[in-house]
């Protein structure tokens, strides 16, 4: 199970080992200020029907923009997803908006479910949104709490139930985030335990919604299986967002992101040698778009390493932020190859 989730610089986010994902990162302080503004906005006069509210000028309204700001700024690509974001985050505002005028109506349902391959910017969204969810009093703290089909299913009988609950009471006033959702449903196996942790959900998403906002994640093929075998999971879930993989230009300009994050930069030959290694790499099997990038990045940090210690002689700054052709061809996806 993973609370708090450090970024790396790269606009996606890795589980810090030892700690509990976002939530310890707020104080008290940041954590209510969501419920404040809510129960403020609950408390105060009904405008009348002539009145005006302005949400060009609410404080609210404001870190909303700032958090949507930042998520354009942090993730390249992914317009469909941000378009989504955004409309989910209007439909807030303009909800906060009716209270003033005491036009009442069902709470929005936030459930949501993330479809899209590995390293698509799922948990960075989830953050985000999070956030946004925070900041309109919807939720009582900005916290992400990421589980896996482990950490709710037991091995015994008896042994479900209570993982299941623990998991929901500490994403309490948050949003769990359930990855690879799909591994509860397992219908080859009449006895898997994963079925009571459906159960066990769809009872908290009715009853909690209030104070809980679910999100299911995975690839889009098994989460369209999963949610068709469970239409009362699926009846539950009103936002479905999915995430494409990554095009080849956008992992190259992700490329240049996460290297300029770090105080490094291709040269021209180096820029050029690792467009050819994508080229390569979205090939191969398991490739995970940002993920892959970033992984391949750090490999050829290895190798600039190794290069300027064989170099035997004193170092320049510029030695020492530059990755070169060398660095990338010396892959394994190169080997046999007549490459500088």
Do not use: C, W
Not at 165 to 178: D, H, M, T
């Amino acid at each position: 199970m993973t609370d708090v989730e450090t970024t790396t610089g790269f606009g996606f986010h890795r589980p810090t080992a030892g700690t509990s994902a976002d939530t310890s990162a707020h104080t008290s302080a940041d954590t209510s200020a969501g419920a404040a503004d809510m129960a403020e906005l609950d408390e105060q006069v009904t405008l009348a029907d002539d009145a005006e509210f302005d949400l060009t000028t609410d404080e609210a309204a404001a870190r909303v923009e700032q958090t949507l700001a930042a998520l354009e700024a942090e993730l390249v690509g992914l317009g469909s997803v941000k378009r989504r974001v955004r409309e989910i985050a209007s439909l807030l505002q303009v909800d906060r908006a009716r209270r003033q005028f005491g036009l009442t109506s069902s709470r929005p349902t936030l459930h949501m479910s993330f479809a899209g391959g590995p390293g698509t910017g799922k948990t960075t969204v989830a953050l985000r949104m999070a956030a946004i969810l925070h900041a309109l009093g919807y939720i009582r703290a900005p916290r992400v709490h990421t589980v896996t089909r482990d950490d709710l299913v037991g091995q015994f009988i008896g042994h479900t139930a209570p993982k299941t609950k623990e998991a929901i009471a500490r994403a309490a006033g948050g949003v769990l985030f359930i990855d690879e959702a799909y591994y509860l449903f397992r219908p080859e196996n009449e006895r898997d335990y994963g079925q009571e942790v459906i159960e066990i959900l769809l009872t908290e998403m009715e009853n909690e919604r209030g104070d809980l906002v679910v999100i299911f994640a995975g690839y889009p093929d098994r989460m369209a299986i999963f949610f068709s075998a469970n239409p009362g999971l699926s009846s539950r879930v009103p936002h479905h967002i999915e995430f494409e993989d990554y095009s080849h230009g956008e992992l190259v300009q992700i490329a240049d992101l996460m290297v300029a994050s770090e105080n490094f930069r291709f040269d021209n030959e180096a820029r050029a040698a690792f467009s050819e290694y994508l080229t390569r790499r979205m090939e191969q099997p398991r490739f995970s778009n940002a993920r892959s990038v970033r992984n391949a990045v750090e490999r050829s940090r290895l190798r600039q390493a190794r290069r300027l210690v064989e170099l035997r002689r004193p170092l320049r700054k510029d030695d020492l932020v530059t990755l070169t052709a060398e660095d990338i061809y010396g892959s394994s996806l190169f080997v046999g190859d007549a490459k500088p």
